[in-house]
């Protein structure tokens, strides 16, 4: 029997609860319900074209995490219906965000998303006036941290936007000194189940994308008009070729993803709640540099996403194994000393010969890009290059490494430092 996925229906309620219904049809019928719960608020004072908007497209994007267990082919949206328009947008960020999990599962995409659309269907934006104030969408790492102190140093009025509520976002929101709203995102424990059947898929999901439409909402139902993301110009490089595309995992995070966004909310959703990123315009290195200039953070930061698992999280601020901490410990080696960098981490990186190849995948010199949210190939020669000038670490075994291997073939270092370090205007 033909699987189908159907998006079956989304609900309300007076405890500030909204909840997203999903069937899975075929051998068995299987039901999926995703939760949102907001601290206060009254969906009723949305006009109620508006708020069909907004919670329909929040049931398509929580889909994706449930779509993805067995990849139907066939999708049904129940008392909804999409342009083609629409439609071409969802077949978009499905395809494109879900590359990474397409590519580890060997998974043929191409025409396997096709929402379905109805011509004629009525998509006008609603108008809905917002005050001109910003939600900084806040995980608790380096670029939300710069973004907050470049809002402050502007004067201008925002809040912390948190999803789902961990200590370390706490403590930053608490140095960063402003209003905080938290949204709690509760995925159905169901799923967590599926993953580890037999015959079902698991993966990468785009959370960037998740994340920037239950801003949306957030924005609305609280009176912000803009919604402000960090992410960087890093995000537009991808990791591998794939069946003929680029296979990015920060896609939700690049520039393309953004300005889909942007047109979609604007065309069939609201024109008065505009969402993007602070820091487009730098690279990781360069927001790593600024970054160094607020120590006050340094001992509650942390963009090991180790972290943010719901299930088995981490138990200190950073595992010291993975590329993002690889990465990080790199790109702030090029600002800080050595006894500042190892207090962070609590260890010595580029001292564990484990981590060797890791870095030789960062520095692209071996297999792929790391499917994570680390900078270009460029950034990290150009970071080790710094590190190494300041001759602390020229003992240390990946330091040797990159002494031996990489150093010898680096041109145009200045040139480097002028694209990846430059000052750029912020879109404030």
């Known amino acids: 029997m033909e699987q189908v996925f159907v998006f079956d229906d989304y609900e309300f309620l007076q405890n500030g609860e909204v909840t997203f219904r999903y069937i899975i049809s075929g051998v068995e019928e299987i039901v999926f319900t995703e939760k949102l719960t907001f601290p206060h608020g009254d969906f009723t004072l949305i006009p109620e074209p508006l708020r069909h908007r907004l919670l329909m497209n929040l049931h398509l994007i929580f889909g994706i995490s449930y779509w993805k267990l067995y990849c139907p082919k066939k999708i049904k949206i129940k008392n909804n219906q999409l342009t083609k ?50 939600l900084l969408m806040l995980g608790g790492g380096k670029d939300s941290i710069v973004a907050g102190e470049l809002l402050k140093e502007k004067k201008k009025e925002f809040s912390a936007f948190v999803v789902n509520d ?34 079902t898929y698991n993966g990468h999901v785009p959370i960037s994308a998740v994340y920037a439409f239950i801003g949306l909402l957030t924005a609305i139902l609280f009176d912000y008009r803009f919604i402000i993301s960090s992410n960087e110009a890093s995000a537009n490089y991808g990791n591998v070729e794939y069946l003929g595309e680029r296979i990015n995992h920060q896609w939700s995070k690049s520039e393309e993803f953004e300005k889909l966004f942007q047109n979609y909310v604007k065309t069939y959703i609201t024109p008065d709640v505009f969402y993007f990123s602070l820091l487009r315009h730098y690279y990781e290195i360069k927001i790593a540099q600024l970054f160094s200039q607020y120590p006050k953070y340094f001992p509650v930061f942390s963009s090991c996403n180790k972290n943010f ?18 990465f990080i410990f790199v790109t702030l080696g090029a600002f800080l000393s050595k006894e500042t960098l190892i207090n962070i981490f609590g260890k010595n990186l580029f001292g564990d010969e484990t981590l060797i190849d890791l870095y030789k995948e960062l520095l692209g010199i071996k297999n792929v890009k790391p499917f994570e949210c680390v900078g270009t190939s460029d950034e990290v020669k150009l970071a080790f ?44």
């Open 85 to 134: 328009e629409q439609a071409d947008f969802w077949n978009v960020v499905y395809t494109k965000g879900l590359g990474e999990f397409f590519y580890r599962n060997n998974i043929n995409f191409k025409g396997l998303i096709e929402f379905p659309y109805t011509n004629g269907t009525n998509a006008e934006p609603v108008v809905f006036e917002r005050q001109n104030r910003s």
């Open 166 to 199: 961990y200590s370390l976002q706490k403590e930053v929101v608490q140095l960063l000194n402003v209003g905080e709203i938290i949204v709690k995102r509760t995925v159905d424990p169901k799923l967590f189940d599926f993953n580890k059947r037999p015959g």
């Open 309 to 326: 698992r719901i299930q088995e999280k981490n138990k200190t601020k950073w595992c010291g194994e993975c590329p993002k901490c690889a």
């Open 385 to 428: 290059y710094l590190v190494y000038k300041k001759k602390e670490f020229t003992s240390e075994v990946v330091m040797r490494m990159f002494e031996k291997e990489v150093l010898p073939n680096m041109k145009n270092i200045d040139q480097l430092k002028k694209d990846l370090l430059s000052d750029k205007n912020l879109p404030l």
